[in-house]
């Protein structure tokens, strides 16, 4: 069983480069995020989708998009990186349903991403 | 802006010993929850606890909700050098948290044995 797998593993990439992040998940999951972990701020939301087709705006949108073409996929593209962009980027997914409670997030092993 | 405020941030024990992990909010939360991540890892559940004044266990972990669902804590019990950690705490505004959830910036805990 996969889960959530996520590529590259990391990468280092110039200032001003085009870079696109992928997450896929196995699970049929209906929502997938894109959270960014850094020393000292822990992690915070990019965007979010709650279903194929529709997207929204987390903590830290700026410099970043998203697209939900399909259940499975979900990447995260920066149009033009910036070193403030360094950072731990994790894919989560999970299964929201009606309830009144947070349904468990499965995180994927994340990318970790240089920006000189 | 972090509505998840963590304490300590770092907490390094002998094994054996007990300790509690904070984690407070202004703000009320639908429910909170507990992960635990491992270096190189991506964050894994612990714990969702829903209702005020809920306690939760997990053989040496014992997990609490506050009345007011604003604030929660982790307390470990003879602790072993195996809970070693980041511990974050996460809380969702709204039901099955399908806007994303709001992350605590973690409590770094080391097990010395």
């Known amino acids: 069983i996969a889960g959530i797998t996520q590529a590259p593993t990391s990468q280092i990439l110039a200032a001003g480069r085009r870079m696109t992040l992928r997450c896929t998940q196995d699970?049929?999951?209906?929502?997938m995020y894109w959270y960014r972990q850094d020393l000292g701020l822990g992690l915070r939301l990019i965007h979010y989708?709650?279903?194929?087709?529709?997207?929204g705006k987390g903590e830290v949108p700026d410099g970043y998009s998203v697209s939900r073409a399909n259940t499975d996929d979900f990447p995260l593209t920066l149009a033009s990186a910036v070193p403030s962009q360094t950072s731990v980027y994790f894919c989560?997914?999970?299964?929201?349903?009606?309830?009144?409670?947070?349904?468990?997030?499965?995180f994927g092993p994340g990318t970790r991403l240089t920006v000189l | 802006t972090q509505l998840l405020e963590q304490s300590p941030q770092f907490l390094s024990i002998q094994e054996g010993e007990n300790l509690t992990v904070y984690c407070n909010s202004s703000?009320?939360?639908?429910?909170l929850q507990w992960y635990r991540q491992e270096p190189g890892e991506g964050p894994v559940l612990l714990v969702t606890?829903?209702?005020?004044?809920e306690v939760k266990k997990l053989k040496r972990l014992t997990f609490q909700f506050g009345d007011a669902r604003k604030d929660s804590s982790l307390h470990i019990t003879a602790a072993q050098p195996g809970d070693t950690g980041l511990y974050l705490c996460?809380?969702?505004?709204?039901?099955?948290?399908?806007?994303?959830?709001?992350f605590g910036k973690g409590t770094h805990l080391i097990i010395q044995p």
């Open positions: 989560a997914s999970s299964e929201v349903g009606t309830s009144f409670y947070a349904d468990e997030q499965f």
């Open positions: 989708s709650n279903t194929a087709g529709t997207t």
């Open positions: 996460a809380g969702a505004k709204r039901g099955g948290g399908a806007d994303g959830l709001t």
């Open positions: 606890v829903v209702t005020g004044g």
């Open positions: 703000s009320v939360f639908s429910s």
């Open positions: 699970m049929r999951h209906n929502a």
